[in-house]
Nanobody, 124 residues
Framework: VQLQASGGGLVQAGGSLRLSCAASKRTFGSYTMGWFRQAPGKEREFVAAIRWGGGYTYYADSVKGRFAISGDNARSAVYLQMNSLKPEDTAVYYC??????????????????WGQGTQVTVSS
């Protein structure tokens, strides 16, 4: 499965962006889809994930209440709506898919396929 992430850009603090992740084929019913980010000099960190079996969503504490993950199975797409952006949200954002067990949903090492990343820069 190939993933293509898009929607990044430069935005002022307090602004919004919507990231999109398109898959090469309709397999979302079988996988957990997640968004991760990596800032310069920092480790890759979990942002949000959605498990298709029940449509359950998970968020990092740092983005809870500001970001929302959603998906469109018919379009094989996953979205990340980011509101009230902060300078500390600046990073390269990656979409990923895999079959992590529930307890590993937030661990990037349990995702098998990745998009190329899209840069999000939030200015103060």
């Amino acid at each position: 499965v190939q993933l293509q992430a898009s929607g990044g850009g430069l935005v002022q603090a307090g602004g919004s962006l919507r990231l999109s992740c398109a898959a090469s084929k309709r397999t979302f019913g079988s996988y957990t889809m997640g968004w991760f980010r990596q800032a310069p000099g920092k480790e890759r960190e979990f942002v949000a994930a959605i498990r298709w079996g029940g449509g359950y969503t998970y968020y990092a504490d740092s983005v809870k209440g500001r970001f929302a993950i959603s998906g469109d199975n018919a379009r094989s797409a996953v979205y990340l709506q980011m509101n009230s952006l902060k300078p500390e949200d600046t990073a390269v954002y990656y979409c990923a898919g895999g079959s992590p067990i529930l307890s590993s949903t937030k661990d990037w090492r349990h995702y098998n396929f990745w998009g190329q990343g899209t840069q999000v820069t939030v200015s103060s």
